[in-house]
Antibody, heavy 120, light 108 residues
Framework: QVQLVESGGGVVQPGTSLRLSCAAS????????VHWARQTPGKGLEWVAL????????HYADSVRGRFSISRDNSKNTVYLQMNSLRLEDTAMYYC?????????????WGQGTLVTVSS | ENELTQSPGTLSLSPGERATLSCRAS???????LAWYQQKPGQAPRVLIY???SRATGIPDRFSGSGSGTDFTLTITRLEPEDFAVYYC?????????FGQGTRLEIK
């Protein structure tokens, strides 16, 4: 069973920064792309970012490009989402998810999420 | 960005009935890179179908996907009580990856 455990969520003010972490286990982490997606309470899903298996390729949603940065440390089986200049509309449950392959855009496994609330 | 529109927004059916959910893309989904996810309250999404018609591991055969180009369908034959949930389609052919807005399948 693939395990993805997110952490780092919390309540922050607009304009501040937050770093989310996703710790992976039970699979060969370095072989898979990892995504972040988010879901506003009671609303639908929005894909946020993707990092390839080796960290060499990143993709971002237009809504976060230039503010968020995804990275990974394969020695720690961990992916990070650095979120800067946070806005009220960034409030959401943030999910870490594993791709189906090294650079895959298909999401096969999801973590349970960490909640980020941006509020003044 | 390839916008996905799901219909209906809410579908009310009884256990044992057949459910047909639609997903229409604003642009052709290359190589049929279209997936369907199920989400229950308080849980993360779960992949059901990928490649428009391939069932993910462990997914019962009452779930099936079809379609190509811009029009895709998720069919659930003989609804079970545990099937009542929200369903999302997703295109993963190109970045940005996009999701539909979801179809809520509720018990009639």
């Amino acid at each position: 069973q693939v395990q993805l455990v997110e952490s780092g969520g919390g309540v922050v003010q607009p304009g501040t920064s937050l770093r989310l972490s996703c710790a992976a286990s039970t699979f060969t982490f370095r072989n898979y792309a990892v995504h972040w997606a988010r879901q506003t309470p009671g609303k639908g899903l929005e894909w946020v970012a993707l990092v390839s298996y080796d960290g060499g390729t990143e993709h971002y949603a237009d809504s976060v490009r230039g503010r968020f940065s995804i990275s990974r440390d394969n020695s720690k089986n961990t992916v990070y989402l650095q979120m800067n200049s946070l806005r009220l509309e960034d409030t959401a449950m943030y999910y870490c998810a594993r791709g189906s392959g090294p650079g895959s855009f298909l999401i096969l496994e999801w973590g349970q999420g960490t909640l980020v609330t941006v509020s003044s | 960005e390839n916008e996905l529109t799901q219909s209906p927004g809410t579908l009310s059916l009884s256990p044992g009935e057949r459910a047909t959910l639609s997903c229409r893309a604003s642009q052709s989904v290359g190589r049929n890179y279209l997936a369907w996810y199920q989400q229950k309250p308080g849980q993360a999404p779960r992949v059901l179908i990928y490649g428009a018609s391939s069932r993910a591991t462990g997914i019962p055969d009452r779930f099936s996907g079809s379609g190509s180009g811009t029009d895709f369908t998720l069919t659930i034959t003989r609804l079970e009580p545990e099937d009542f949930a929200v369903y999302y389609c997703q295109q993963y052919a190109y970045a940005p990856i996009t999701f539909g807005q979801g179809t809520r399948l509720e018990i009639k």
